[in-house]
């Protein structure tokens, strides 16, 4: 079965930078949809960006876009998350989530039935 391990995470001020990563394991499909989630404490579970296996449209959260960048590395079975210009209403314990290539482009987290452990942001 999928395994999904987010790491990069950590507590930066607001207008910094960090780069999340969420190391994939265990999926033998080529094709494939992979996306980032966050919950702050108290909050629903909201979608931040998804991308397909084809690179095609990744989708953004309207709350992030311009400042996160979704990106995968296909060999090294990794999916990033790079985030510019951080802000306190950005933290939140983020997730990596996988799903089936059909239909991606969601960012309902009902979509993906594999998870990561998460990887808590701070920023202040």
């Known amino acids: 079965h999928v395994q999904l391990v987010e790491s990069g995470g950590g507590s930066v001020q607001a207008g910094g930078s960090l780069r999340l990563s969420c190391a994939r394991s265990?999926?033998?499909?080529?094709?494939?949809?992979m996306a980032w989630f966050r919950q702050a404490p108290g909050k629903k579970r909201e979608g931040v960006a998804v991308?397909?296996?084809?690179?095609?449209?990744?989708r953004y959260a309207d709350s992030v876009k311009g400042r996160f960048t979704i990106s995968k590395d296909n060999d090294k079975l990794t999916l990033y998350l790079q985030m510019n210009s951080l802000q306190p209403e950005d933290t939140a314990m983020y997730y990596c989530?996988?799903?089936?290539?059909?239909?991606?482009?969601?960012?309902?987290?009902?979509?993906?039935?594999?998870w990561g452990q998460g990887t808590q942001v701070t920023v202040s």
């Open positions: 991308i397909n296996s084809h690179d095609d449209g990744p």
């Open positions: 989530a996988a799903g089936p290539s059909a239909g991606c482009g969601s960012l309902d987290p009902t979509y993906f039935p594999a």
């Open positions: 265990g999926y033998s499909y080529s094709r494939f949809c």
